[in-house]
């Protein structure tokens, strides 16, 4: 039996997907690891604080490189290129702890608030957050300008760019208290919401001819799950350190599973598909 010859292009985006997919692979195994010394934490992220920080951070700033090189065109481009620059936020600002939950970790408040040994962290992340975001922003014009890329094509992903960065740059300068309270909660529930939205577009695309409908049905299951998930994010936050079990762990464990199932469907569903935005 001969195998096909795929294109580099081809081989560019399965292996893309791959990759992605891939990362979530790197978040558990490293977190799994970690909790092997210092046991089940509240939540996926706290995990920032053990050794299984670097893989972590690599994993979400990954993540987020792909998504753009994947973005596609259209409406799935302008979800993705939005996903993507809440990603590296996940990974460069650390969620907040509580007192004594995470060994090395010490807060003097009475409930879950962010490490003051950890802030230096966040304002380096954040600071080259900033400048690179906005040296991707003038690349882009620049390419427009020299036509190499459609300024009409891009100029909605380049508008929420903008938008996001002039947020967190206003938020860190002048108020940054709240910023390291709930900057990555923010950027989570964000990042999932979109990618939610990602699964109901290719699930049910206005332009293209929609996919097969197994592939239909499971985006939409998806969908709906990064959506009960994030609705059972939101409510149990507030408590996350008042259950007995850890449930913002298993939430965020769910909702990183349904991002690797995605893209497992999508690499299968694509794969001798050279660009994700033709069908």
Known sequence: MTVPVSTSIERTYRYLRIGVAGTVVVIFVAVGLAAASVGWLTSVSDYFYTPARNAFVGALIAVALALVALSGRGTERALLDAAALFAPLIALVPTTVVPDAIPGVSVTCAHRCFPPAYEADAANGVGTYLVVGGVTVLVALLLAALRQVSLAAIGFSLAVTVAVLAAVGLTWTFARDTFLQQGHFAATIAFFALF?????????????????????????????????VLVAYVI????????????ILLAEAAALGLFFAFWVVQGIEKWNEADPGLR
Do not use: H, K, T
């Open 196 to 228: 939610a939205a990602v699964a109901i577009r290719s699930a049910f695309p206005r332009r293209e001819a929609p996919p097969r409908l197994v592939y239909r049905v499971l985006y939409a299951a998806i969908a709906v799950g990064l959506a009960l």
């Open 236 to 247: 149990l936050l507030p408590q996350a350190d008042a259950y007995g079990i850890p449930l």
